[in-house]
Every structure is written in structure tokens, then in C-alpha cells.
């Protein structure tokens, strides 16, 4: 397992797994969807918890980082967590927003089920590609929360069609959390988050600038039907 093998060996190993999927950016969409869900899939397959995100203390600090940013902001109802992995950060939001309902979805489905069993707040989880899952059967949400996922999502123009797709799934006024490793965040986060109809609210760093959040508001509707039309707001 090549992308097993360069993963682990941090922090070129990382570089180059991210470029495999920059590169797997160019095929067609089910190609791509295809691949993802057999390299994540097999990830989960040979390792639970593949990033340690329960046993790292700079992982566990960054999950606390990424939640208090979304507290800052937000005081969602309704929070949709894209690339939720084992649901660690799913968990984290769950027990600070015990209010909302909460949706985690994730292309592996080992990590799905692992998810679940690990669930203690009633939180639905669904095994999707987020490029393309099927939003209609959930309400849109005031809390989006994408961290450490954009780099498997392809070229900069794919990432910028998914930061359209994550606008639309937010409730006018809702909220954005993007959160990537500072290396990679500028471009990610700037090529997500420039699709229209998001406002920069904030732009943190955490984990002695190591990793990078990005904090947006999805416009009120009367904003984007004016800068539809071209009226001054
Ligand atoms: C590095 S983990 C991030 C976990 C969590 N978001 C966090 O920050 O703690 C990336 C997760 O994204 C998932 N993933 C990768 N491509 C995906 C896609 N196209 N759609 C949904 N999930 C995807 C992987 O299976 C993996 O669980």
C-alpha cells in the first residue's frame, strides 16, 4: 500500500500522499470517487485511528482549537462535518453544541462504523463522498466544519466548485470552519472559500502555527440577491 507507506512518513511522506491526490484530481469524477474511497478505505483497514487522533496531544489540542474557533461564531442548531473520519472532532463539536444536531459523513465506511459505535450524542453519520453526497436528506446547516480534508479533494477549481457546494448547504448567516495545515492552508483555504457568497470572519493559527483555521459567513440572502443583480448592499 504505497499512499500507507508515504503517509507514515511525515512530513514528506505527507507531501507526496497529498500530491497523489492532486494528480488523481485529473480523472473523471467517478474515477476519482472510486480511488478515494479504496485508498481511505484501506487505510482504516490496516490501522484504527490512523492519524492518532486519540492519542496525540497537538491532535487533541487542535480539535480543541478548531471547536473553540466554531464557538467563537456560531451557536448552531445544525452542524454537518465533512470528512469525519472516526468521529473524533464529530464528538468534540457534539458535546460542546449539545443543542444541535449533528451530521458527520466520511467516504470510508470502516470509519463510519467505527463512528458510530463510538457515539454518545446521537450524531447520524453517512458513508459519502463529500464531492458529491446527496445533501437533500438533511436540512441545510448553521455549522460547517471541513478540516484536514481539502487536500484530497483535487485541483484548485474542484476546490472551488466544493466551496460553492459547502456555500449552498449553509444557512444564510451560517458559518464555516476550514482548518488545515499551515503549509497547505493559504492556497486550500483561499481556493474554498473565494467560490461567492462567503465572508472572511476569521483567519487563526494554532498549534504553534502549525495549523491554520479560516473562519467564514455564508452571506444573508438579501446580500447575495444584490450581488447577483449588482446593486450596492
Ligand atoms: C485526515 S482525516 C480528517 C478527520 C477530521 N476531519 C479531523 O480534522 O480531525 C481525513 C478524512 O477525510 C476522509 N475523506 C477523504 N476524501 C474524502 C471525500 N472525498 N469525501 C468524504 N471524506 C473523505 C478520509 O476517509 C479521512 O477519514
Known amino acids: 500500500m504505497v499512499h500507507s507507506i508515504l503517509a507514515s512518513m511525515s512530513p514528506i511522506g505527507s507531501l507526496l ?51 473553540a474557533v466554531a464557538a467563537r461564531h456560531s451557536r448552531p442548531t445544525k452542524i454537518l462535518e465533512l470528512g469525519c473520519a472516526e ?12 443543542q444541535a444536531s449533528t451530521v458527520g459523513v466520511d467516504i470510508s465506511a470502516t470509519a463510519i462504523e467505527r463512528a458510530k459505535a ?18 437533500d436528506r438533511c436540512e ?13 479533494l483535487g485541483s484548485t477549481r474542484q476546490q472551488r466548485r466544493f466551496g460553492a457546494q459547502l456555500r449552498s448547504w449553509l444557512r444564510p448567516g451560517g458559518v464555516l470552519v476550514l482548518g488545515h495545515g499551515a503549509d497547505r492552508a493559504d492556497d486550500l483555504h483561499e481556493s474554498c472559500g473565494s ?26 440572502a438579501v446580500h447575495r440577491i444584490a450581488s447577483l443583480v449588482g446593486e450596492p448592499t
Open 140 to 152: 441545510t446547516a448553521d455549522l460547517i466544519v471541513v478540516c484536514d480534508l481539502l487536500y484530497y
Open 118 to 135: 463510538q457515539d454518545r450524542y446521537g450524531t447520524a453519520f453517512h458513508v459519502a463522498d463529500a464531492r458529491t453526497w446527496n445533501h
Open 17 to 67: 500522499h497529498e500530491s497523489l491526490f492532486t494528480a488523481l484530481g485529473s480523472l473523471p469524477a467517478g474515477g476519482r470517487a472510486l480511488t478515494g474511497r479504496f485508498i481511505f478505505q484501506s487505510r482504516y483497514r490496516l490501522a484504527t485511528d490512523p492519524w492518532d487522533y486519540r492519542t496525540r496531544l497537538d491532535e487533541h489540542r487542535r480539535i480543541q482549537s478548531i471547536v
Open 87 to 98: 468521529g473524533e472532532l464529530t464528538r468534540a463539536l457534539a458535546r460542546e453544541f449539545p
Open 195 to 220: 467560490s461567492g457568497g462567503l465572508i472572511p470572519l476569521e483567519d487563526a493559527s494554532t498549534n504553534r502555527g502549525s495549523y491554520r483555521l479560516a473562519v467564514y459567513r455564508s452571506a444573508p
